[in-house]
């Protein structure tokens, strides 16, 4: 992708032993939501798998133009993160698209939506879920 406006997002896992750190980079992503940087739209702490996500985690929505510094704190954070574009093709942004921050986890690319049909992209920056 190469427009600065192309949806983006994050997923930030956690275990019980780094969820300090997770809430603590949560809020920081929330300040700068509040303040109008960077960040769109943080969504709530999923305290058990979800999805194709197999441990905690919570995601963040960001523009193409962001993915830069986003993936800046991601890397200081020391928490392992999956950053990846929205797309109409859900598998590939999951995997061939995406960038692991920290040791992958295998996804349970099962549950993830049929190419051309991603149910992301509808809720990119719009609600909690």
Do not use: C, K
């Not at 109008?36 to 709530?44: A, E, H, M, N, W």
């Not at 995406?98 to 190419?115: Q, S």
């Amino acid at each position: 992708m190469t427009e600065p406006d192309a949806p983006w997002h994050a997923h930030i896992y956690f275990t019980e032993a780094d969820r300090a750190a997770a809430e603590a980079l949560r809020d920081d992503f929330i300040r700068m939501a509040d303040a109008g940087r960077d960040i769109l739209f943080v969504g709530r702490m999923m305290d058990a798998g979800v999805g194709p996500h197999p441990i905690p985690q919570y995601e963040i929505h960001f523009h193409e133009a962001s993915v830069g510094a986003i993936v800046a704190m991601l890397e200081a954070s020391g928490l392992r993160a999956l950053v990846h574009p929205l797309t109409d093709d859900d598998l590939a942004d999951h995997t061939a698209h995406a960038r692991w921050i920290g040791a992958p986890l295998e996804l349970d690319v099962t549950t993830l939506d049929p190419p051309g049909h991603n149910q992301g992209i509808p809720r990119f920056g719009i609600t909690d879920f």
